[in-house]
């Protein structure tokens, strides 16, 4: 993939990120403001333990929702930071970060549940809208992994390649993972069948990931690891808080902890490519 290619694919996905924002957000707000949104009372948190029984703490739909849309807004934001400080990089891990920004812009799907009233336990739709979060949480892990397996220059040529099997992996676990429509949880997203054992898929692409980075800094003795190493936890911490974020301080931490890590990442990644 050229830098021209790459590029133009950027900014055509701060494009559509924007669209799908702006109609999400203007939609939610005329709902709210007809007062047509319905929620559930027996909606499930997503959470094996209790939550105190405080306004920070406790279940609110206004949380949930901007913890939706901050996903959005992130997807544009960093796509934006990427296309001005990588615009003249040739920096491979780019775009298998893109495949993380990708997830992030997947879990705005999550808002039309309660817009539409999509509360049908037959809902096609619904179903398909947890399918397609499926498939960005797995897109998520395995871009982060890909940015640090196939990040050497001789894999440059393979780069297409190898993101269209990224996303051919996470599409096809989507489709055939199981879900349930039945319990819909106060994150607006459909139970997911075996949730332990898709969490212990997720934690080992996370941890083989970082063990790959530890290993590769200390072997070509990069220079300030420790941003790296940091600033990969803290996005993964962040992200993993803000996809179950359904009250006012997970919402604080997740979009705090995601946005800071991101930072020191992406500025720990340009920096090397400028050292280069």
Same mark, same amino acid.
């Given at each position: 993939m050229t830098l021209k290619s790459r590029n133009r694919f950027l900014l055509a996905f701060i494009i559509a990120a924007s669209m799908l924002f702006?109609?999400?957000?203007?939609?939610?707000?005329?709902?709210i403001y007809k007062n047509t949104i319905y929620i559930p009372e027996s909606l499930a948190r997503p959470f094996s333990f209790s939550m105190p029984q405080t306004i920070l703490f406790s279940r609110n739909f206004y949380a949930t929702s901007a913890g939706i849309l901050f996903f959005l807004l992130?997807?544009?934001? $960093?796509?934006?930071?990427?296309?001005?400080? +990588?615009?003249?990089?040739?920096? #491979?891990?780019? =775009? &298998?970060f893109?495949?993380? *920004?990708?997830?992030?812009l997947f879990e705005g799907t999550r808002i039309f549940v309660p817009i539409e009233s999509f509360w049908n336990k037959t809902s096609i739709v619904l179903a398909l809208i947890g399918r397609i979060v499926i498939t960005g949480r797995i897109a998520v892990s395995l871009g982060l992994l890909f940015s640090v397996i196939f990040n050497e220059t001789e894999q440059r040529q393979y $780069?297409?390649?190898?993101?269209?099997?990224? +996303?051919?992996?996470?599409?096809? #676990?989507?489709? =055939? &993972?199981?879900?349930?429509? *039945?319990e819909?949880?106060?994150?607006?997203?459909?139970?997911i069948g075996k949730e332990m054992l898709f969490s212990i898929f997720q934690y080992t692409l996370m941890c083989a990931t970082l063990i790959i980075i530890l290993h590769e800094g200390i072997i070509n003795h990069v220079e300030k690891l420790s941003k790296e190493v940091i600033g990969f936890i803290m996005i993964i911490i962040g992200h993993n808080i803000l996809c179950k974020s359904d009250c006012y301080m997970l919402l604080a931490l997740g979009s705090a902890v995601l946005s800071i890590g991101s930072v020191i990442y992406l500025k720990y990644l340009h920096a090397q490519y400028l050292w280069k």
């Open positions: 702006i109609f999400s957000a203007v939609r939610l707000g005329l709902s992130y997807s544009i934001v $960093v796509t934006i930071f990427l296309l001005v400080h +990588f615009e003249k990089t040739q920096s #491979i891990e780019v =775009i &298998y893109m495949a993380f *920004v990708t997830g992030c $780069v297409e390649r190898n993101f269209i099997i990224l +996303f051919i992996i996470a599409i096809t #676990i989507g489709q =055939i &993972y199981p879900i349930s429509t *039945v819909i949880l106060s994150t607006f997203m459909v139970q």
